[in-house]
């Protein structure tokens, strides 16, 4: 199973960006799915969840109102809508998938994307 993350950049603080996570294989709609964040010299931390059907959602505060994950299984794929960034936003964005309930800890992801990179300029 592979979990390839794209979609980050450059973008001005109020701008927004589309992260996408494609995964590879049959199965993507049995997991529970997630977006992390790793800002330089801090912990990966929970940025937001999406169950199975895509049904139920779960966001850290921080990004509430303004972030917004979805997933459409027939195309194996999730998103991460990001309006009105801010340069607090900049990190390396992860992909993560778990056979467990839609968790907010790390350490209950099994599979990990690459990470794609989303720098907001101030």
């Known amino acids: 199973v592979q979990l390839q993350a794209s979609g980050g950049g450059l973008v001005q603080a109020g701008g927004s960006l589309r992260l996408s996570c494609t995964a590879s294989?049959?199965?993507?709609?049995?997991?529970?799915m997630s977006w992390f964040r790793q800002a330089p010299g801090n912990e990966r931390e929970f940025v937001a969840a999406?169950?199975?059907?895509?049904?139920?959602?779960d966001y850290t505060d921080s990004v509430k109102g303004r972030f917004t994950i979805s997933r459409d299984n027939a195309k194996n794929t999730m998103y991460l809508q990001m309006n009105s960034l801010k340069p607090e936003d900049t990190a390396i964005y992860y992909c993560a998938r778990t056979s467990k309930p839609p968790n907010r800890s790390a350490s209950g992801y099994a599979y990990w994307g690459q990470g794609t990179l989303v720098t907001v300029s101030s």
């Open positions: 999406i169950s199975l059907s895509g049904s139920t959602t």
């Open positions: 294989g049959r199965t993507f709609s049995a997991y529970n």
